[in-house]
């Protein structure tokens, strides 16, 4: 049986989705039998490869580079997966929306407990006028909510999902609870 080719991306978020997907523990035994790991911030490659089958999204896409990155992940990606309410809605990211990114890089580059105010115009990406889900942006296959998800909700999405059958989550996220 040839493997899945299998990518994580991580957006703005703080990790703790991959986290998560790193608390499968044992488990990440079993997928690696079915799954070959072509792109994530857990492995080495840097350039996201073409015919990916499965792409797990962390974070919300807050600036001009997210938004280059999440369109080319798209349209590599076979399946791509929402994962974590950064990704599902925008979340912590998103708050910064009701201020506006000026407003935001003041604040943080500008105040009077800066040794140097300035703010950064190389290595930091333009920010985008709003944080947007990741679904605002690119089409999403499958979305998994969760602050993070837990490490059981995520091995069974990918366990569907290699198996070739859309998961079910009723009754295994936060919502409605």
């Known amino acids: 049986m040839e493997k899945k080719k299998f990518a994580s991306v991580w957006l703005d978020g703080c990790s703790g989705c991959h986290m998560s997907l790193l ?21 080495d490659p840097k350039d996201f490869p073409p015919d990916v089958d499965l792409t797990l999204v962390e974070g919300a896409v807050a600036n001009e580079e997210d938004l280059h990155k999440i369109k080319h992940i798209r349209a590599r990606t076979k399946v791509l997966i929402s994962l974590g309410d950064c990704a599902v809605n925008g979340n912590v990211p998103a708050m910064r929306n009701q201020f506006g990114p000026k407003a935001v890089l003041a604040n943080a580059y500008l105040n009077d407990d800066v040794l140097n105010p300035l703010i950064p115009t190389v290595g930091v990406p333009p920010l985008l006028p709003v944080v947007r889900p990741v679904h605002a942006v690119v ?39």
């Open 23 to 43: 608390d499968i523990d044992d488990r990440l035994l079993e997928l690696a039998d079915v799954i070959d790991i072509v792109y994530s911030p857990l492995v």
């Open 139 to 177: 089409k999403v296959d499958v979305f998994v909510p969760g602050c993070p998800p837990s490490a059981d909700t995520i091995f069974y999405v990918l366990s569907e999902l290699l198996a070739g059958r859309t998961p079910d989550l009723s009754g295994m996220t936060r919502f409605g609870a």
